[in-house]
């Protein structure tokens, strides 16, 4: 998605930077901050990201005073490497840079005057440092080490910031997230996270110590205050109901397909159907999704919760098994029978299209609805699962046998 530019230092020398922009050619600036392996593969898929994202992506060079064009590996002969390099950086000199990079975003004719920076691990302590000394309109720092020894900075950030942690990371102790958050709660303007299970690196999906789970929730945050400080703002809802129409009212699957991203994934998590990959998840749709939708298909609206990167809907999903449904009951015949049931679908964008959906529903009241599961001495049910959604009023706790000689 990007190509290689020239940023001006302060001295007057010239730089390289990855610059990857948005699909629709203008937006917000972001300076991705390295890690000690340069501006290698990695980070070029995250500036690639964060361009899906909505934002114009400038990744410095930082180390171009000492060896320009670094981009290393994450074996232990890299690891050394990177971390000679480091010895020698000067980051008075990477903070002018990081400036630099952010004088050059706010006057690209492709902005919108906004800049924020997020940063990596060395990244990471510069992004704090750039927050205490320079005037980026947000900033997000990724296990920064050495954040601890400028606490007095703290208290100068005045831009909204947020710093993560893993709760694992051998490089940075427990003790010293803890001082870094006991010395912030006077600053509103920042917010500290841990992660439960990860370490160094959890957000790199190149290295070892990825933690997928904490990385995604890591990314919602950043984007959520990203979305807030400098924009782009989407219409989430206007989008899903536009993939709505597509899928069940024109039942179109390349259409459906061009209102997500290029790498797109759905999981029906129930029974595992959908897709990852564009072509995958194209012939998931075409051949096993749209084409095998029960033809009464209803949905009732119940609830829906708008984020800054995903839609949450809660509905009620009805249907008459007419035919054989690939993605909710693959192998099972048609019964003719009718079905009611709660469903809940979790919808994550990025920038103005489709991500990913998680889709869950109960598949044992599906099962029972349709005869092919005796409810009889197990704890499921039927269509009330879907009633009492829909009617608070109705009996509570009748499968539980204890229920009555627990009354006063």
Same mark, same amino acid.
């Given at each position: 998605?990007?190509? &290689? ?40 898929? $995250? ?15 930082? =180390? ?36 630099? @990079? ?17 940063? =990596? @691990? ?27 020894? /400028? ?7 005045? @831009? ?58 890591? /990314? ?19 989008? *899903? ?15 459906? &397909? ?17 897709? #990852? ?6 012939? =998931?749709?075409? $051949? ?16 829906? #919760? ?8 809660? &509905?009620?999903?009805? =249907?008459? $098994?007419?035919?054989?449904?690939? *993605? ?6 048609? #019964? ?19 991500? /990913?959906?998680?889709?869950? *529903? ?47």
């Amino acid at each position: 998605m990007g190509r &290689m530019t020239q940023i001006t230092a302060a001295d007057g020398e010239r730089f390289g930077a990855y610059l990857a922009m948005p699909e629709t050619g203008r937006g917000p600036g972001l300076v991705l901050v390295q890690e000690i392996f340069g501006v290698n593969a990695t980070m070029r898929a $995250h500036a690639d990201l964060f361009a899906e994202e909505g934002y114009v992506v400038l990744v410095p060079d930082l =180390f171009w005073r000492i060896e320009p064009g670094i981009e290393l590996g994450y074996g232990d002969a890299d690891v050394a490497r990177g971390r000679a390099l480091l010895e020698r950086f000067d980051t008075g000199r990477g903070i002018e840079d990081i400036g630099a @990079c952010l004088t050059y975003l706010r006057a690209m004719p492709s902005g919108t005057g906004m800049a924020g920076i997020v940063g =990596f @691990c060395l990244g990471g302590r510069l992004a704090f440092l750039a927050a205490t000394r320079l005037s980026p309109d947000a900033v997000v720092a990724f296990y920064g080490g050495g954040i601890d020894a /400028h606490l007095d900075e703290i208290r100068t950030i005045r @831009c909204p910031t947020i710093l993560h942690f893993g709760n694992q990371d051998s490089l940075i102790p427990l003790d010293a997230v803890t001082r870094i958050r006991e010395e912030a709660n006077d600053n509103k303007n920042l917010r500290i996270f841990t992660y439960n299970g990860a370490g160094h690196g959890f957000y790199n999906h190149d290295r070892v110590a990825y933690h997928r789970p904490s990385a995604m929730m890591a /990314h919602s945050r950043t984007i959520a205050l990203l979305r807030q400080a400098l924009g782009p703002n989407f219409d989430l809802e206007a989008l *899903w109901e536009r993939h709505l129409e597509l899928e069940f009212a024109t039942r179109d699957a390349d259409e459906t &397909m061009r209102t997500m991203v290029a790498k797109p994934y759905v999981n029906h998590v129930p029974v595992m159907t959908g897709g #990852t990959g564009f072509e995958d998840l194209r012939r =998931f749709y075409r $051949h096993h999704f749209i084409s095998r939708m029960p033809k009464d298909t209803n949905m009732t609206p119940v609830s829906r #919760t708008i984020g800054a990167d995903r839609v949450v809907d809660e &509905m009620i999903f009805r =249907f008459t $098994h007419d035919q054989e449904i690939d *993605w909710m009951l693959p192998g099972i015949k048609p #019964t003719g029978r009718k079905v009611e049931i709660p469903l809940i679908a979790i919808v994550n964008f990025r920038g103005g299209k489709l991500y /990913h959906e998680h889709i869950y *529903w109960d598949q044992a009241s599906v099962l029972v609805q349709l005869g092919l599961l005796d409810p009889k001495g197990l704890p499921v049910a039927g269509r009330e699962t879907a009633a009492k959604v829909l009617d608070e009023t109705l009996p509570s706790n009748s499968l539980m046998a204890r229920w009555a000689k627990s009354a006063p």
